[in-house]
């Protein structure tokens, strides 16, 4: 392990429910060789923990002149930890481990730091009673300024196994043994899921994962042959028939959305694989997860894999890109008959409503004009002897 601690991030807390009902936050600390380690620490540990460290930095501390004070302020633990109040203290024990790792070497070094934030036997193996009531993770917010009530909870993170091994290729992947079980964080679009696993954490393809309590079909969605339309933000060569080569900046529409990161989609009447991390939805603003996706390699496709052990006896259920196309045909046939129905439609309407307004704003026709013997009979007599 390093010498010193270059980053330290809370990442949020555990409730757990062995050996009783219990809080741990959870840290993940970067070492000078940049490896990543996970510790779960109490808020009472953590507080003994500083007020050693003010014992042994008197000055720096404040104890002597509080203007001379760098080592930050941590509250005193409450006589019971609630999950509001372990929620609550986030914030504060996020900035708290920030400055303390700012803090000059001879502090933010020293042994009883380093130690502190070591890991141990307990961070790798949790204690377990057998089956009791698998912990509830609870992930700090993005967004740090978010007030307590908007932190949504528990996450109950998804359990997965591996199907085969894998060797990661970055520092921010992790490798994986078949047969290992990680828990999954967050599942991303791109077919990248981010795992941990006791102490390590990182990025693994999703298509190396199977849910340890059933086959995953059902957490596909089922295809959408109207379409979503995306701008592709970095070409692709295919490299498998049933992929499709594209150029960046073509405009092409999704129709089956898969958990591998691998999508179909529609270019005219052509479909294939693509991946998704080199898609942009129309209309969907750029960000900076987007540009760092669009530089990293696209994950493996499940049939590459080799010596797959499934625990599971359910085949994943594929649809052939001869059934996309002809269903997508089929699709784009009746919308341009649709569209064709309305147009004619549309069209019937305005050429009615011209026929109309042509006919309101015609002259009316002069009546003739009435004779003279008409009007007399018409008349009085008296009237009659006048206009004579």
């Known amino acids: 392990m390093g010498d010193y601690i270059r980053h ?11 050996p009783s009902q219990h809080y741990v936050y959870m840290f993940l600390v970067k070492w000078q060789d940049l490896t990543e380690k996970v510790v779960y620490r109490k808020f009472t540990e953590i507080y003994e923990f500083h007020k050693a460290l003010k014992e042994m930095f008197p000055i720096e501390s404040g104890e002597i002149n509080v203007e001379n004070r760098i080592i930050p302020h941590l509250p005193a633990p409450k006589w019971f930890d609630s999950q509001r109040s372990t929620q609550n203290r986030q914030i504060t024990l996020s900035e708290y481990s920030s400055a303390l790792i700012n803090l000059p070497r001879k502090i933010s070094r020293c042994e009883h730091v380093l130690n502190f934030f070591k890991v141990r036997p307990d961070d790798l193996n949790p204690p377990t009673a057998g089956q009791v009531k698998k912990p509830e993770t609870y992930l700090m917010p993005k967004d740090a300024n978010r007030i307590a009530e908007d932190i949504t909870g528990p996450i109950i993170l998804q359990t997965y196994r591996a199907v085969a091994d894998y060797e990661k290729n970055s520092k921010t992947e992790m490798s994986m043994k078949v047969g290992d079980v990680v828990d999954v964080i967050e599942k991303s679009e791109s077919g990248w899921w981010f795992c941990q696993q006791k102490n390590k954490r990182g990025w693994v393809p999703a298509v190396y994962l199977e849910p340890t309590d059933g086959p995953d079909e ?64 129309m209309g969907a603003e750029n960000t900076p997860e987007n540009n760092q996706l669009r530089n990293k390699a696209a994950p493996p496709r499940r049939g590459t894999i080799q010596n797959i052990k499934s625990m599971h006896n359910q085949n994943r259920k594929q649809i052939s890109q001869e059934t996309y196309r002809r269903n997508s045909v089929k699709y784009v046939q009746s919308r341009k008959m649709l569209r064709g129905n309305f147009l004619n439609k549309k069209s019937t309407i305005v050429e009615k409503n011209e026929m109309e307004r042509k006919q309101n704003n015609a002259q009316p026709a002069v009546p003739p004009r009435p004779s003279k013997d008409l009007i007399l009979n018409r008349c009085s007599e008296s009237t009659k002897s006048k206009i004579k």
């Open 8 to 18: 330290i991030e809370l990442l949020g807390f555990e409730k757990r429910f062995f």
């Open 218 to 281: 059902s957490e596909e969605q089922e295809p959408n042959y109207a379409g979503e339309l995306h701008v592709v933000r970095k070409g692709y060569t295919a490299a498998q028939e049933d992929e499709i080569t594209l150029k960046e900046g073509e405009t092409i529409e999704v129709i089956h959305k898969l958990l591998d990161g691998w999508w179909v989609v529609r270019k005219d009447e052509i479909t294939g694989y693509y991946p998704s991390m080199y898609l942009q939805k």
